[in-house]
């Protein structure tokens, strides 16, 4: 198995692990109407924002977001820029809206018929999230930046180990990146699927998701040079093929990734699931149904309502979440939950911090496209 040795992540739940399982155990939330970017929607939705952050000027924000995550997983691995140097370091990330061209100014500019200057294109050019990872720290194994929805800091994970175990390289930052943008914030409002209040994952009463923005980085290594938080033990996806937007009705590509997670392992050994859990109606009936199915019984959360949805992020920081509870043997309560939904056929996540055995742990993520990942953690006592 492929270790776990360094953790990190920044989001409106905390700018550290530390601080983020710390206001997560509390059950603090914080959604607020966004700050970054103006709305003129006559009622704004909220959205968990990154505070007084401020990024390197010369990259995007979400390529900032992405190095400070890594900053803190590198320190926790015990590895510093002289053994990065030394190793064949790759680099696989997740994003979404890292992705996109949309500095607009310099595109009204140019739509008036103007030649604004060229630096804001350079800035994206040069702000692809695992090439800028790549160039802060020096790293010179393989590159991927994951697209793949909201499923793609997930995938980033699951490819990561997969490196290690080809022998493409000797160490991996895997993760995912993404911040919060006026385009994403009204492209998700046309969809109709932001809820105008904190969001409730898994509750009856859930009205939709609210968005977040922030990063998580994991340092995957074969076993041996530093203390293991916990192993990567599986890793599955698999694709509905379905709806541009939505999830199969009966799960079908979830049902595929979560058996190939957990393919040769015992799934009676499951201590916790972190699940996708936007708070969307589809989303989180199609998700508990499964859930109530597959692992009967096997608690499971939602961290989103601390984080909001991150988009290409949210794998990554719900990775992070995952490792870290597994070695705590506890996780906190799914956020929002207070009433049970009978369309999910009696699954119900922890609505208080809970304490849970056994040496697995799963992070799961739904995407549009009908795209589905899980990662499987396995504890390293």
């Given at each position: 198995?492929?270790?776990?040795?360094?953790?990190?992540?920044?989001?409106?739940?905390?700018?550290?692990?530390?601080?983020?399982?710390?206001?997560?155990?509390?059950?603090?939330?914080?959604?607020?109407?966004?700050?970054?970017?103006?709305?003129?929607?006559?009622?704004?939705?909220?959205?968990?924002?990154?505070?007084?952050?401020?990024?390197?000027?010369?990259?995007?924000?979400?390529?900032?977001?992405?190095?400070?995550?890594?900053?803190?997983?590198?320190?926790?691995?015990?590895?510093?820029?002289?053994?990065?140097?030394?190793?064949?370091?790759?680099?696989?990330?997740?994003?979404?809206?890292?992705?996109?061209?949309?500095?607009?100014?310099?595109?009204?500019?140019?739509?008036?018929?103007?030649?604004?200057?060229?630096?804001?294109?350079?800035?994206?050019?040069r702000s692809n999230p695992a090439e800028a990872l790549a160039r802060t720290f020096g790293c010179t194994g393989p590159l991927q930046t994951v697209v793949n929805a909201c499923a793609s800091g997930?995938?980033?994970?699951?490819?990561?180990?997969?490196?290690?175990?080809?022998?493409?390289?000797?160490?991996?930052?895997?993760?995912?990146?993404?911040?919060?943008?006026?385009?994403?914030?009204?492209?998700?409002?046309?969809?109709?699927?932001?809820?105008?209040?904190?969001?409730?994952?898994?509750?009856?009463?859930?009205?939709?998701?609210?968005?977040?923005?922030?990063?998580?980085?994991?340092?995957?290594?074969?076993?041996?040079?530093?203390?293991?938080?916990?192993?990567?033990?599986?890793?599955?996806?698999?694709c509905d093929a379905y709806h541009p937007t939505a999830p199969h009705p009966e799960g079908a590509g979830l049902r595929r990734a979560l058996a190939g997670a957990l393919e040769g392992l015992d799934?009676?050994?499951?201590?916790f699931v972190n699940a996708h859990g936007t708070a969307t109606p589809d989303n989180d009936k199609v998700e508990g149904l499964v859930l109530r199915e597959v692992l009967p019984g096997v608690p499971?959360?939602?961290?989103?309502?601390?984080?909001?949805?991150?988009?290409?992020?949210?794998?990554?920081?719900?990775?992070?979440?995952?490792?870290?509870?597994?070695?705590?043997?506890?996780?906190?309560?799914?956020?929002?939950?207070?009433?049970?939904?009978?369309?999910?056929?009696?699954?119900?996540?922890?609505?208080?911090?809970?304490?849970?055995?056994?040496?697995?742990?799963?992070?799961?993520?739904?995407?549009?496209?009908?795209?589905?990942?899980?990662?499987?953690?396995?504890?390293?006592?």
């Amino acid at each position: 198995m492929i270790a776990v040795t360094g953790l990190g992540c920044i989001s409106a739940a905390g700018r550290g692990l530390e601080a983020s399982l710390a206001s997560m155990a509390a059950g603090v939330r914080s959604p607020a109407p966004p700050t970054a970017f103006t709305t003129d929607h006559p009622e704004p939705c909220p959205v968990f924002e990154v505070g007084g952050f401020a990024a390197d000027p010369a990259l995007l924000r979400t390529s900032g977001l992405l190095a400070w995550a890594a900053r803190e997983a590198l320190a926790d691995a015990g590895l510093a820029p002289e053994d990065l140097a030394r190793l064949r370091v790759g680099v696989c990330i997740g994003t979404t809206v890292g992705c996109a061209l949309n500095d607009e100014p310099f595109c009204r500019a140019y739509r008036a018929g103007g030649h604004p200057p060229l630096e804001a294109m350079a800035r994206i050019l040069r702000s692809n999230p695992a090439e800028a990872l790549a160039r802060t720290f020096g790293c010179t194994g393989p590159l991927q930046t994951v697209v793949n929805a909201c499923a793609s800091g997930t995938d980033a994970v699951g490819l990561g180990a997969q490196w290690l175990r080809a022998g493409l390289c000797d160490v991996v930052l895997a993760g995912g990146a993404d911040e919060l943008s006026r385009i994403t914030y009204n492209g998700f409002r046309a969809l109709k699927i932001t809820a105008s209040e904190p969001c409730r994952p898994f509750d009856r009463n859930r009205t939709g998701l609210n968005l977040g923005e922030g990063a998580g980085v994991l340092v995957l290594e074969r076993p041996g040079r530093a203390r293991a938080r916990a192993f990567v033990a599986g890793y599955g996806t698999a694709c509905d093929a379905y709806h541009p937007t939505a999830p199969h009705p009966e799960g079908a590509g979830l049902r595929r990734a979560l058996a190939g997670a957990l393919e040769g392992l015992d799934p009676a050994e499951v201590a916790f699931v972190n699940a996708h859990g936007t708070a969307t109606p589809d989303n989180d009936k199609v998700e508990g149904l499964v859930l109530r199915e597959v692992l009967p019984g096997v608690p499971f959360l939602s961290t989103k309502g601390y984080t909001g949805h991150t988009l290409g992020a949210a794998g990554a920081l719900e990775a992070v979440f995952t490792v870290a509870c597994l070695e705590a043997g506890r996780i906190p309560a799914s956020a929002g939950f207070e009433e049970p939904d009978p369309a999910l056929g009696g699954a119900v996540p922890v609505d208080r911090p809970t304490s849970v055995r056994g040496r697995l742990a799963l992070s799961q993520s739904l995407a549009f496209g009908g795209n589905n990942a899980v990662v499987a953690f396995a504890e390293a006592r």
